[in-house]
């Protein structure tokens, strides 16, 4: 959940939530900074924070006008394995699925995975190198039915691609399935342990856990709905530019239900008022390139909650973070209002 450009386990297992990040932020700067030799770049380039997340991302930049991405990685959290698996499918969908993805830079020694070490620590840091990509982000203040529509179309093509791409050997990326949200050791925590979640919230999200997975099971994970997804394309991850919509940070893709895109695309904005006209606009342009039936479109708000579930448990994990901090205030007690609605609607529509 980093962007990775901007102007402005195995398959089939999930881990526990990432340590958060302990490294000071001058530590990793210095290293990223020292870590930019293991690229052939111009003379002066110099890194520049402009996230921190998952992972912490830097600006490159150098005098004579050139500029890239650098991502340095958590650790514990993806393989170097993993790593690759995205790169490729990234590569691939960008070459041949008809969707404009960033690619990474070769280091020095012809891979674009390189790997630093902060002093005083043997953890190995990957760190990924990727072209710099020109745009804007849309923003919420506008009409976004235009680039929700947009966004239905690229996640059309890229699922269209994701169920014709011969995966790799050894694949590896994360399962965003049910048991990755509410199972043992989900992914990104325990949605209980997240600040603001009272005994009466913790009752109604049990309540509204217990239909999601009632509804999900029912659904399945047949390969027409269940496969290879980005897992985080919303409107922060989307870039308009002058090569057209560009689609960025495929650090969380993974095997999930394909209509989880959407539910991802309305990220920390399921209450806003235009949803409604979003989610119309969205499956609009995802139509015009691969069909939807009513019954998958009538499912997408239990996707909604499940994402937004599974952001509520991100935000205890990554308390430490300058976005969950923004967001921890009110989350909880939104999600509930969200489950309130949600409860009653599937009571009055099963």
């Excluded at 881990?15 to 900074?33: F, K, N, V």
């Excluded at 020292?34 to 402009?50: E, M, Q, T």
């Excluded at 990220?267 to 606009?281: C, I, N, R, T, W």
Aim: aromatic share 8%; hydrophobic share 45%.
């Amino acid at each position: 959940m980093t962007p990775e450009s901007s102007a402005h386990a195995p398959t089939g297992t999930t881990g526990t939530a990432p340590a958060p990040e302990t490294a000071s932020l001058d530590a990793l700067e210095s290293m990223a900074q020292r870590a930019l030799a293991l690229w052939d770049l111009p003379a002066g380039a110099k890194v520049r924070l402009i996230n921190v997340s998952e992972n912490t991302t830097y600006l490159v930049e150098a005098p004579d006008g050139f500029r890239a991405i650098l991502r340095v990685h958590r650790p514990n959290y993806h393989s170097r394995r993993a790593i690759e698996c995205e790169l490729l499918w990234a590569e691939d969908l960008s070459l041949n699925g008809g969707v404009g993805a960033p690619r990474a830079y070769l280091g020095r020694d012809g891979t674009r995975i390189q790997t630093a070490v902060l002093p005083g620590q043997s953890t190995k840091r990957h760190l990924v190198l990727f072209h710099f990509i020109q745009g804007d982000e849309p923003t919420p203040d506008h009409d976004l039915r235009p680039a929700f529509q947009a966004l239905g179309a690229m996640a059309a093509r890229t699922h269209l691609h994701a169920i014709g791409w011969p995966r790799p050997p050894q694949f590896e990326r994360l399962r965003w399935d049910l048991d990755a949200v509410f199972g043992s050791t989900p992914t990104w925590g325990h949605w209980r342990d997240a600040p603001g979640v009272t005994p009466a919230i913790a009752a109604r999200l049990s309540q509204t856990q217990d239909l999601i997975c009632a509804r999900l099971d029912a659904f399945g994970t047949a390969p027409e709905r269940f496969g290879l997804i980005h897992a985080d394309m919303r409107l922060a991850n989307l870039l308009i530019g002058p090569e057209g919509p560009q689609l960025i940070d495929f650090d969380d893709c993974g095997l999930g239900w394909f209509l989880y895109d959407f539910a991802a695309a309305i990220s920390f904005m399921e209450d806003h008022p235009q949803v409604g006209a979003l989610k119309a606009a969205w499956v609009t342009g995802y139509r015009s390139i691969r069909a939807l039936s009513d019954c998958d479109v009538a499912e997408l708000d239990t996707f909604v909650m499940l994402r937004r579930l599974a952001l509520l448990a991100w935000i205890g994990s990554h308390i430490t973070a300058p976005e969950p901090q923004r967001f921890a205030p009110s989350f909880a007690r939104v999600t509930d209002d969200l489950a309130k609605t949600y409860l009653a609607q599937m009571r009055t529509h099963p």
